[in-house]
């Protein structure tokens, strides 16, 4: 049913309601990939210290992005990423993309992916622009909120041992 639908929308297969002469507005197979089969849905225990959690949102369209990291505390390598996205399928495939993109990969180096890779990649409209951007706006955020949790357990047990040292 749910295929039937979508191929109406899209203007695809019988019964199209698209008037003669007026083209559909299609997404990209890359775009209709990624939302039909998102990558690395889910969550992480937010509270775990390896993990960054990056959540934004475009308040003009509505779209809600949670994306999260978790990090190797030794190599600062990026092992494993999910998203939960509330939001067009520009948006729920530009998160997918964007965790694909950031496991395996240093802390430093996924600061330099841009919304407009991930645009150029999934071949989105300049209308769906915004979505990219909300990814590459959660990877920072994710970064950030990794960097803040390391450094306050940093600063936490740097001052638990002072307290042991003093009370000796």
Not at 26 to 50: A, I, Q
């Amino acid at each position: 049913m749910l295929k039937h639908v979508g191929n109406r929308i899209l203007g695809l297969g019988q019964g199209s309601s698209v008037p003669r002469g007026v083209l559909p507005r299609l997404y990209h197979e890359r775009v209709v990939e990624h939302y039909n089969n998102p990558r690395n849905v889910g969550s992480f225990d937010k509270s775990d210290p390896t993990v960054g959690t990056g959540l934004v949102g475009a308040p003009a369209c509505g779209d809600v992005m949670k994306l999260q990291i978790k990090v190797d505390d030794e190599s600062g390598k990026i092992t494993d990423a999910c998203f939960k996205t509330f939001g067009c399928g520009s948006a729920i495939a530009s998160s997918s993309v964007a965790t694909e993109w950031v496991k395996g990969r240093q802390m430093e180096e996924v600061l330099s992916i841009k919304n407009t890779e991930i645009a150029k990649h999934l071949s989105l409209p300049p209308v769906k622009l915004h979505c990219s951007m909300l990814a590459e706006d959660a990877i920072k955020a994710a970064v950030k909120d990794y960097e803040a949790k390391k450094a306050k357990f940093s600063g936490s047990a740097g001052s638990a041992s002072t307290e042991k040292a003093a009370d000796a």
